[in-house]
């Protein structure tokens, strides 16, 4: 079974900085697109950003500049560094992504959701 599983959350000051991982695990014959979304207290889960299999990046306007997503294919990994963190940062983090496995002689593509890690920032 594909996992994915996110870390490096916790409570941080505004202005500072965190680094989120989220490392996926299991029968994986290539991760392609990959994202970070968030969902804050009444709000609407949101994307923050994104990279493609080819290293594109994109980022919703309120994190450009502050935010860096980046993957590391060896190990399975996409990371997002949070620089310059506001309290409307706080929220939950998922990571996402489609990941293509091998399954008794079969290549499946299937879209797949991290369990989320608290980012608290205080004012």
């Known amino acids: 079974q594909v996992q994915l599983v996110e870390s490096g959350g916790g409570l941080v000051q505004a202005g500072g900085s965190l680094r989120l991982s989220c490392a996926a695990s299991?029968?994986?014959?290539?991760?392609?697109?990959m994202g970070w979304y968030r969902q804050a207290p009444g709000k609407q889960r949101e994307l923050v950003a994104q990279?493609?299999?080819?290293?594109?990046?994109n980022y919703v306007d309120s994190v450009k500049g502050r935010f860096t997503i980046s993957r590391d294919n060896a190990k399975n990994t996409m990371y997002l560094q949070m620089n310059s963190q506001k309290p409307e940062d706080t929220a939950v983090y998922y990571c996402n992504a489609d990941i293509t496995y091998y399954d008794g002689g079969y290549y499946y593509t299937d879209n797949y959701w991290g369990q989320g890690t608290q980012v608290t920032v205080s004012s």
């Open positions: 299991g029968s994986i014959f290539r991760i392609n697109n």
């Open positions: 990279i493609t299999s080819d290293g594109s990046t």
